[in-house]
């Protein structure tokens, strides 16, 4: 059975700077993607950023140069462990943020298919 457990998130003033940690247990991380996607208070959900298991890295354009994902240790067995470092946040980052493994999102839904994660939020204060 896959489980999907965020930690990190809270709140932080505009400028300010979380780390948001993954850990996925079950899943075997061979041609699949593990990665954060967001939710902000009446909008959409919208990828964050992913991690192929062939090293591809994906930013959605709002965050590139100020987040950075990493796998934090090399996947031991069924165990992957992804952070998500947030820099100079702002307020519309603000937003529910769900770690998940093979997401897949449609027409502005998380959770449609793949493992998630209960979501952790993030607020930033302007």
């Known amino acids: 059975e896959v489980h999907v457990v965020e930690s990190g998130g809270g709140s932080v003033q505009a400028g300010g700077s979380l780390t948001l940690s993954c850990t996925v247990t079950?899943?075997?991380?061979?041609?699949?993607?593990v990665g954060w996607y967001r939710q902000p208070p009446g909008d959409l959900c919208e990828l964050v950023s992913t991690?192929?298991?062939?090293?591809?890295?994906?930013?959605?354009?709002s965050v590139k140069g100020r987040f950075s994902i990493s796998l934090d240790n090399a996947p031991d067995n069924d165990k992957i462990t992804v952070s998500l470092q947030m820099n100079s946040l702002k307020f519309e980052d603000t937003a529910v943020y769900y770690c998940?493994?093979?997401?897949?999102?449609?027409?502005?839904?998380?959770?449609?298919?793949?493992?998630w994660g209960q979501g952790t939020q993030v607020t930033v204060s302007s």
């Open positions: 998940a493994a093979d997401g897949i999102i449609q027409g502005g839904f998380c959770k449609v298919g793949g493992y």
């Open positions: 079950g899943f075997t991380f061979y041609d699949a993607v």
């Open positions: 991690i192929h298991s062939n090293g591809e890295i994906i930013y959605t354009d």
